[in-house]
């Protein structure tokens, strides 16, 4: 059974840094895409970024470009999100995601594109 266990989210001030982690784990990876999705109290889930596994290609929301970085560890199975320089619009709940199949095409920037979640992990963000 695939799990994503998302971690490293807490509170910071504006201008600060976070890690976030993502460890998989359940299934292979290597063909996989894995992306981060967040969600603001009174708002919808948004995309901020996606990485495909074997290839390491990114992509990330224009709101977070420049500042975020996505990384994985192959021998760990866990993917990372390093947030640098943070805006109190940062704040909501980062979810995990990932999709264990991907062939071809994949966009990687919408819910449905994805089959398995994890459970959130807070950031907040002071100003």
């Known amino acids: 059974q695939v799990q994503l266990v998302e971690s490293g989210g807490g509170l910071v001030q504006a201008g600060g840094s976070l890690r976030l982690s993502c460890a998989a784990s359940?299934?292979?990876?290597?063909?996989?895409?894995m992306g981060w999705f967040r969600q603001a109290p009174g708002k919808e889930r948004e995309f901020v970024a996606t990485i495909r596994w074997s290839a390491g290609i990114t992509s990330y929301e224009d709101s977070v470009k420049g500042r975020f970085t996505l990384s994985r560890d192959n021998a760990k199975n866990t993917v990372y999100l390093q947030m640098n320089s943070l805006k109190p619009e940062d704040t909501a709940v980062y979810y995990c995601?990932?999709?264990?199949?991907?062939?071809?095409?994949?966009?990687?920037?919408?819910?449905?594109?994805?089959?398995?979640w994890g459970q959130g992990t807070q950031v907040t963000v002071s100003s």
């Open positions: 359940g299934s292979t990876f290597s063909s996989a895409a």
């Open positions: 995601a990932a999709k264990l199949v991907v062939v071809g095409f994949f966009r990687g920037r919408f819910q449905y594109e994805y089959d398995y």
